[in-house]
């Protein structure tokens, strides 16, 4: 019996953290999954299994501190481990969403809307999203870690299991390509680059 009373704290312990501590965070960990797949199902398939991992090592989690921090590393590694197993695998050809494309009607009628992905989608223009988006992996994550969702190098650092210098050293080449990408978007709209002058 007293095992048993002893769980049960246990378990409403755990399910307080994750309603106080986890829960609060499943809207940055969708956009940061939606940045690193592009993708609405693989996005809400990630931050599944995030939450289902933090539940199952909840043991290691230490209540109070960073649970946002700790949580997009569990989200990254995941993220590391599916695109290991695709990469492995033969390509797909999923036939139900083609007759799905043939069945439906014109999208420009439907009513369905995400608002997370429209939110995700609006918080930049489509130029630097694109921009973004083609950067390499490890360049696009430190981006979507630092400028889009604030971390600091030092918790970037420990999500994304590298020293703070090489975080510096990713988030100013990943600035410079972007600079890069996007100088003729900024031109048009009346931007120039004093350095060149």
């Known amino acids: 019996m ?7 704290k246990e378990m409403q312990n755990y399910e307080r953290i994750f309603e106080e501590e986890f829960y609060p965070h499943a ?3 969708y956009n940061f999954a939606y940045g690193l797949t592009y993708n609405e199902e693989d996005a809400n398939d990630l931050v599944q299994e ?5 539940f199952r090592f909840i043991d290691k989690y230490i209540e109070g501190t960073n649970a946002k921090a700790w949580l997009f590393k569990i989200l990254k590694n995941g993220f590391i481990n599916q695109y290991r197993k695709k990469s492995k695998r033969p390509a797909k050809v999923d036939y139900q969403e083609i007759v799905n494309y043939h069945d439906q009607e014109d999208s420009a009628y439907s009513g369905h809307v995400d608002l997370r992905q429209e939110i995700y989608q609006n918080m930049m223009g489509d130029e630097v999203t694109n921009a973004v988006n083609s950067l390499p992996i490890d360049f696009r994550t430190v981006i979507l870690l630092c400028d889009i969702e604030g971390f600091t ?3 970037i650092s420990k999500i994304i ?3 703070i210098g090489t975080v510096r050293s990713r988030l100013h080449r990943s600035r410079n390509m972007l600079k890069e990408k996007l100088k003729t978007y900024a031109a ?10």
């Open 153 to 155: 190098y030092e918790e």
């Open 188 to 197: 048009k709209y009346g931007f120039e680059d004093k350095k060149s002058k």
């Open 161 to 163: 299991d590298v020293p």
């Open 27 to 29: 809207d940055a960990l």
């Open 50 to 54: 995030t939450y289902m991992k933090a």
């Open 2 to 8: 007293l095992l048993m009373t002893r769980k049960t």
